[in-house]
């Protein structure tokens, strides 16, 4: 069965750090694209950052120079190492996995539960 | 980037109803188009992708349409369990984006 399971997730003081886990089961992280995706409270669902099968990584604009995205083949897990943490990164962050159809047109299959992050003094 | 709007923003419905969202974008995205159903609480769902390709397990009561800038998801008669809020996000090009969801609420 293919699954995702985030955790890390904390409270965090502004300008603080966290790394979020993603771990894989059914499936190889390193043959597949990943994404993270938040939710700030009573807000929409908003993409932060995409490992691809190759490496290449991509991030959303307000996370650039402060979010990394990486991966661990040996323990089929991806991490999003976030610093300079701000009150407004505070959100329930999702894992994806993408699948692929067509033409590469790719979409979020398989997502977790979430995990909590908490930006506040 | 590419700018997803829905509408409505909210609806309410009664069970057994026929229920459209659109869905559009701000440039042409073909048929880069999925869309997702997000419960309190719990993992978003995939229901439709490539704008009108049903997920493997996906009730047939869900459909979609549209190709270019403008799209729809139509649930043909709302069961209990459907009401939700419910997403479209490109995947045509990063930052791939969400629209700001259509909460469906019951009537």
């Known amino acids: 069965e293919v699954q995702v399971v985030e955790s890390g997730g904390d409270l965090v003081q502004p300008g603080g750090s966290l790394r979020l886990s993603c771990a894989a089961s059914g499936f190889t992280v390193s043959n597949n694209y990943i994404s993270w995706v938040r939710q700030a409270p009573e807000k929409g669902l908003e993409w932060v950052s995409v490992i691809y099968a190759g490496g290449e990584r991509y991030y959303t604009d307000s996370v650039k120079g402060r979010f990394t995205i990486s991966r661990d083949t040996s323990k089929n897990t991806v991490y999003l190492q976030m610093n300079s943490l701000r009150a407004e990164d505070t959100a329930i962050y999702y894992c994806?996995?993408?699948?692929?159809?067509?033409?590469?047109?790719?979409?979020?299959?398989?997502w977790g539960q979430g995990t909590q992050v908490t930006v506040s003094s | 980037d590419i700018q997803m709007t829905q509408s409505p923003s909210s609806l309410s419905a009664s069970v057994g109803d026929r229920v459209t969202i659109t869905c559009r974008a701000s440039?042409?995205?073909?048929?880069?188009l999925n869309w997702y159903q997000h419960k309190p609480a719990k993992a978003p769902k995939l229901l439709i992708y490539?704008?009108?390709t049903l997920q493997s397990g996906v009730p047939l009561r869900f459909s979609g349409s549209g190709s270019g800038t403008d799209f729809t998801l139509t649930i043909s008669s709302l069961q209990p369990e459907d009401f939700a809020t419910y997403y479209c996000?490109?995947?045509?090009?990063?930052?791939?984006?969400f629209g700001q969801g259509t909460k469906l609420e019951i009537k």
């Open positions: 994806a996995r993408e699948g692929i159809a067509s033409a590469g047109l790719y979409y979020f299959d398989n």
């Open positions: 490539a704008a009108s």
């Open positions: 440039q042409t995205i073909r048929g880069y």
């Open positions: 996000q490109q995947s045509y090009s990063i930052p791939y984006t």
